[in-house]
Each structure stands twice: as structure tokens, then as C-alpha cells.
């Protein structure tokens, strides 16, 4: 993950006079307006967006922002001239926890006027983009029959994209591979996805489990994404051997259609729907385990829909064959990562 998340309490050191201040008093000097008006000048980057998306006047929402950097003694954003602005590492720090805060206070209110545990809000999920085709519609159709209250809303990234933005409070969840273990996250693994070896159908190694070693004079197509491409050179790299790496892509689209024209071969987590043009198949002495994982911040609360969310995720991944027949791997015995929470075996 590019920006691990530090305890809020080391973000905003407890020995301040403001928290002194806080420890002593039963009513908090923070107030929930406080953190609104504070969110929506992070997510517009300009303190006069967000008073013309929140209808107040721009001087309140930058009252709330000094009001707040007085209380932490921590300055949240730098003001640029005509560039609006931008946040600080406190900033991020206190933006991951406004969010949260506003999510729950949120949920309090559909219990009290809709009586109901299930709040109606918005849910925010991040999904790797090579898997998102397969993965997205079907998951759309389930949580909506379930909860037709909440929206789910879904983008789409490269796996350090998706980490920042969950680092910053933009997502809920987020679909990837475990490429990194941290203890600010939580993972949920839905199903084993190694590397497999992508070859065109007429190659002579297309019909059986590959030893890479008959591979390294020919043309290697290389997924050229991050944590993707060191990932993928380190299943080589454990082989002890080095690809001839002729053709870099940055879609995994772009490398099927590659090796589909007879430009080489690669490695691939996942096969596309109607991929008949391509045989993928495992790799002779491969070390490299890979999950694809429903990941969530560690320090955030759980609620309903969000538990419900990854359990809709978990049924859907299940149905879902990420593999053609020749290439379908087993689940996984054990998961040694202490923040995996093991799934369902894959079908």
C-alpha cells in the first residue's frame, strides 16, 4: 500500500493541549458540522465548490477548516493561490475518520425515521479492472435485489489506485489480488487465483502444465501494471529464470489480444469471458500464491451493509469461473496472512 494508516491518536498526538482539553470536558469541542463542511472541501479541493455544493457561504467552510486546524493544532490543508487546495498527511488522516463518523451518523437517522437496521446510504466499491467485467454485473443485480435502499457504487482501477483511494476514505471495499499484507487492512479471500500461463491455442505447449524454462528465447508480453508487473516477474524470478521481454501492455485486454495474434506469451490471473483463441495453463514449480481478496480498512467499524456487501461478494465470486477448464485452480488449504478471513471454496 503506497500510504499506510497510522492510529488516529499518532496522527493527532494525544499530548496537544486540545487533547488534554478534550480528556477533561464530557462535550467535544468537534461537532458534526465541523466534519461535514470539512469533507466536502476535501472531496471538492476548493472550500468555494464546497459551499456551493452544500449552500452555505464560503467563509463558513473555511471557519469550520481553521476552527478544526485550532482545535488539532495540526494544519489539514495548504491553501494554493487559485489552485484550491490540497490536503496534508493529517488531512488524510482526519478525512478516512470524518467519513466514518458521517457514515454512522448517517445510519443512526434511517434507524430512527425508517426503523429499519439496514440504513439507507451509499456503499463504494473499488474493483481491479481486469476482473470487473466478470465480477461487477452479476454483483449489481444480487445487491440490488437485496437491498434496493442503497446504492452501490463502483469504480474501477489498478490495484494502487484502488489502495490510495481506500487509504483516503474514498472506498468502502475494494476487489483485488493479495499482493500486500498490511495491518491496516482486512481481507476476505474469495477465490485462489495463481498465474497461469497464457499461450495461443496452436502453441506446442498449449495442452499441459507449462515448465517456463522452454519459454525464455521467446517473445515474453509483459502485464505492465503496478504490483501486476513485479508480481508476474517474480513468479521468473523464483524459477530463476528471466524473460525475454519484448512487449510491455497496460490492459490485460491488450496482452490477450497479443498473444491471440501470435506476438508471444504471458502470465495472467484471470481468463476473459469467450477467450477460445487462448489456453492457459499452470506453472510447473510456481511458488507465487495469489487471492483474489474483498479488502477493508482495518480501523473502520463494520455495519450491515457492508458485512452483507462482502458476503453478496463471496456467493457471486463463487458462481463466477475465473478459469477456463484447463486452468482451474484448487482453493486454497490454508491462508497464512493473520488479516485473511478465509471464503467459500471456489466453484
Known amino acids: 500500500m503506497n500510504s499506510m494508516i497510522s492510529s488516529f491518536n499518532v496522527a493527532f498526538s494525544q499530548s496537544s493541549d486540545a487533547g488534554r482539553e478534550l480528556q477533561q470536558n464530557s ?74 463518523v458521517i457514515d454512522r451518523v448517517k445510519e443512526i437517522e434511517a434507524l430512527r425515521f425508517r426503523g429499519s437496521g439496514e440504513a439507507s446510504r451509499r456503499v463504494f466499491l473499488g474493483c481491479l479492472g481486469d476482473v470487473a467485467s466478470r465480477i461487477v454485473p452479476p454483483l449489481m443485480r444480487a445487491f440490488n435485489d437485496a437491498f434496493a435502499a442503497v446504492e452501490l457504487r463502483v469504480s474501477t482501477g489498478d490495484h494502487d489506485r484502488l489502495m490510495t483511494e481506500m487509504d483516503d476514505g474514498a472506498l468502502d471495499v475494494v476487489i483485488a489480488l493479495d499482493f500486500e499484507s498490511s495491518p491496516a487492512t482486512h481481507m476476505t479471500v474469495l477465490q485462489h487465483t495463481p498465474a497461469l500461463c497464457a499461450l495461443p491455442n496452436s502453441h506446442p505447449l498449449a495442452s499441459a502444465p507449462v515448465d517456463l524454462s522452454l519459454l525464455q528465447d521467446e517473445p515474453f508480453i509483459l502485464l505492465d501494471m503496478p504490483r501486476t508487473r513485479e508480481y508476474m516477474l517474480s513468479v521468473f524470478g523464483y524459477l530463476k529464470l528471466t524473460p525475454k521481454v519484448t512487449y510491455r501492455a497496460t490492459s490485460a485486454d491488450m496482452v490477450r489480444s497479443l498473444i491471440a495474434h501470435g506476438f508471444g506469451y504471458s502470465l495472467l490471473n484471470f481468463s476473459a469471458q469467450g477467450d477460445s483463441a487462448l489456453s492457459y495453463q499452470p506453472i510447473i514449480g510456481q511458488n507465487r500464491p495469489a487471492n483474489l481478496v474483498a479488502i477493508r480498512p482495518q480501523r473502520r467499524r463494520t455495519n450491515a451493509i457492508t458485512n452483507r456487501l462482502i458476503e453478496t461478494l463471496q456467493d457471486v465470486v463463487n458462481r463466477v469461473t475465473l478459469y477456463p477448464a484447463s486452468g482451474i485452480a484448487p482453493a486454497p488449504d490454508t491462508v497464512t496472512a493473520s488479516n485473511l478471513e478465509s471464503a467459500p471454496e471456489s466453484a
Open 27 to 100: 462535550l467535544p469541542r468537534i461537532t458534526l458540522r465541523h466534519l461535514v463542511y470539512f469533507v466536502a472541501a476535501a472531496t471538492n479541493e476548493s472550500a468555494i465548490r464546497a459551499a456551493e455544493q452544500l449552500n452555505v457561504s464560503p467563509p463558513a467552510i473555511s471557519g469550520a477548516i481553521s476552527s478544526l486546524e485550532a482545535i488539532l493544532g495540526e494544519q489539514l490543508f495548504i491553501r494554493r493561490h487559485a489552485r484550491g487546495l490540497m490536503m496534508t498527511a493529517a488531512g488524510r488522516h482526519l478525512l478516512f475518520e470524518a467519513r466514518d
